[in-house]
């Protein structure tokens, strides 16, 4: 649903704002308690049958936005517990990362097959012909399925002529990629933290907004109120994200109106990223030492393909993430300087939160999240003149961020260091597409190749942490590319660079 502004959509931003706007006002932190009613205004209902459970989900967003955790239904508590606690300038994070507010979702039916109403009760019914478990008869002239005995192959509705039977699935099961989304006692979804890759899909697929992720937008901001030196890493994902306005130029203006000191495209990671691992193909997969390469950039990806594939384990690529290397050359030269990655993904604060990572990435924030803070103070794209420029990486670094982009960039640079060598591709997109490449590899029949994995939809401007459709993002990628004055990764300025 990304790109369509829904009513879920408005209330995940207004709470992004007013989770800003208590950080950077400051003061009396029980205020908290005031925003529901901002967010909710007014006695009638507007999305659900009481106004006093819209206040009461919108209390659980705020508290997620703040880094807080959940509080059971059944017990007491206010919104405002821990917040004061939290008002701190370091990441504040208490697992899970991904969390069902169990009162706000809508109990959806699991996985079934149904007759609809436009059901013809014609003379073939091959409906019943293809069923091979012999589910579905014929009653008053209609087809009737026994979910006792369905198995949802969805034959019936493959071969239905007038699409009268369908498939249904809860909107965030069928988006998760791993199988993590199981159901309560009470028949509402629940996660399986032990599946759980933390990749946001359920979270943006849920049509009741029943699903957010935790936040570290406001203690990014106690960050900068406190005078700390911060220095922002934008994903090549950002391109277009804040409105047609917003060019790049205008983005990284904005960033220093919020007191980002300077604003760094994480694309230079993925150029360092691409020739390293050019390299590694060339010296140990075409050389027959390794059977394959699989990427590592895509953290929801790597972590699946290590914990459900532990015969490719050490095979996916041990380089540093864009992410990583970027912050590392930030803090080489910054040394006292705290560093945020302002990107598409809610599996960024997780990598961002492992022992080896967090004393390079201090917050994680998305695209969305950082709208919330130009909405707090004030920010207008249309209001900017500035002579900023981004000139840090190169084209191929800035396609890391669309589906087959890294592939693209690994491919190019052992065009241009290994011309005599040839580089074998396969990539897919969505953990279920990723899970299928895998079996194909642990089969053997991906041996000599490069493997691109992509947890989201179109790559990383598919991310759970995006504003507008993957397809209109991966345009306005393009044309960034386009504008880029260097076009392989081998002629980055930080190619020959130590990290």
């Known amino acids: 649903m990304r790109g369509i502004y829904t009513p879920v959509t408005n209330i995940r931003r207004q709470v992004f704002a007013e989770v800003a706007r208590l950080a950077y006002e400051g003061g009396e932190y029980a205020r ?32 997620l936005a703040i880094g807080l955790p959940l509080y059971p239904a059944d017990q007491p508590t206010h919104i405002s517990k821990g917040v004061e606690e939290s008002a701190i300038a370091e990441k504040v994070y208490e697992p899970p990362l991904i969390n069902v507010i169990p009162f706000a979702c809508n109990a959806c039916k699991e996985k ?23 589910a579905i008869s014929i009653q008053n002239g209609r087809s009737v399925i026994d979910n006792e005995k369905c198995i949802r192959c969805g034959r019936c509705v493959d071969i239905c002529p007038y699409h009268a039977i369908v498939k249904f699935d809860r909107p965030c099961a069928a988006a998760c990629g791993v199988d993590a989304i199981e159901s309560d006692h009470l028949g509402r979804a629940k996660i399986n933290y032990d599946k759980c890759v933390s990749c946001g899909m359920c979270l943006v ?9 935790k936040s570290q937008l406001f ?11 911060v220095i922002a890493e934008i994903a090549p994902a950002f391109v277009g994200q804040f409105g047609p306005l917003a060019t790049p130029e205008k983005v990284k203006a904005a960033l220093k109106l919020l007191g980002f000191s300077k604003v760094v495209e994480v694309a230079i990671g993925a150029d360092l990223g691409a020739i390293e691992e050019a390299h590694h193909y060339i010296h140990k997969i075409a050389s027959g030492e390794e059977p394959f390469l699989a990427t590592s950039c895509c953290p929801a990806w790597s972590v699946m393909a290590k914990r459900d594939f532990p015969e490719v384990a050490p095979y996916v690529s041990d380089s540093l993430t864009p992410m990583v290397a970027t912050a590392r050359i930030i803090k080489n030269e910054n ?23 967090r004393s390079d990435v201090d917050f994680v ?40 982009g890294v592939a693209d960039a690994i491919a190019n640079c052992v065009d241009e260091l290994y011309p005599d060598s040839d580089i074998k591709i396969d990539r897919a997109e969505g953990l279920r597409e990723c899970a299928k490449m895998l079996r194909i590899a642990k089969a053997g029949k ?18 759970a942490g995006t504003m507008m459709s993957f397809a209109k993002a991966s345009t306005a990628v393009k044309e960034f590319q386009n504008a880029s004055e260097d076009k392989i990764a081998t002629k980055s300025k930080y190619a020959n660079k130590e990290d």
């Open 205 to 213: 697929n849920c049509p009741f907004g029943a699903i957010a992720d």
């Open 112 to 134: 079934s097959v149904e007759v609809t109403d436009n059901c013809r009760g014609c003379l073939a019914h091959p409906c019943t012909s293809v069923c091979p478990v012999k």
């Open 219 to 229: 203690q990014l901001i106690h960050a900068i109120k406190n005078g700390e030196d």
């Open 365 to 404: 924030i998305t695209f969305e999240e950082l709208m919330g803070m130009f909405v707090a103070k004030g920010i207008e794209f249309g209001d900017i003149e500035t002579n900023e420029v981004f000139d840090d990486a190169t084209a191929a670094g800035r396609g890391y961020s669309v589906a087959g």
């Open 446 to 463: 991906r041996d000599g190749y490069l493997m691109e994995g992509m947890a989201c939809p179109g790559g990383c401007v598919g991310g």
């Open 32 to 63: 908290v308690e005031e925003i529901p009613f901002r967010i909710i205004p007014g006695e009638v209902p507007t999305y659900r049958d009481s106004i006093f459970l819209e206040r009461a989900i919108v209390g659980e967003r705020i508290r």
């Open 335 to 357: 040394p006292d300087s705290k560093v945020v990655f302002i990107g598409p993904c809610a599996a960024k604060k997780l990598e961002a939160s492992r022992k080896s990572v």
